[in-house]
């Protein structure tokens, strides 16, 4: 018989369902099947690109803030001078 493995290098895109299509085709179809032998029916949650960048941006913040540049920092990065208060304290 046929192990799942020696099946699973026949996989085609068009195998998979609608949802992974999309991510086979940037991917490609092994990386897709790496991820769904981790996951495993289950769900995946992706984060939002500007919840990603946060962490990085607030770092930058913090490494730039000289004691007094609020407004400056405000105005560089596009938040309030309250945000960037909460960011350096």
């Keep these: 018989f046929m192990r ?22 940037i991917f490609g179809v092994d ?3 790496e991820v769904i032998g981790y996951v495993g029916g289950g769900s995946l949650y992706f984060p939002s690109k500007s919840s990603v960048v946060r ?10 803030f000289n004691g007094g540049n ?9 938040i309030s001078d309250m945000q960037i208060r909460n960011i350096v304290h």
């Excluded at 799942?4 to 086979?24: F, I, M, N, Q, T």
């Excluded at 990085?56 to 913090?62: D, S, T």
């Excluded at 609020?70 to 596009?78: A, H, I, V």
């Design 70 to 78: 609020y407004k400056e920092l405000s105005r560089t990065f596009g």
């Design 4 to 25: 799942e493995a020696d099946l699973l290098s026949l996989v085609r895109v068009e195998d998979l369902p609608e949802g992974c299509k999309d991510l086979a085709d």
């Design 55 to 64: 962490n990085a941006r607030n770092r930058v913040i913090r490494k730039s």
């Design 31 to 33: 990386i897709v099947l």
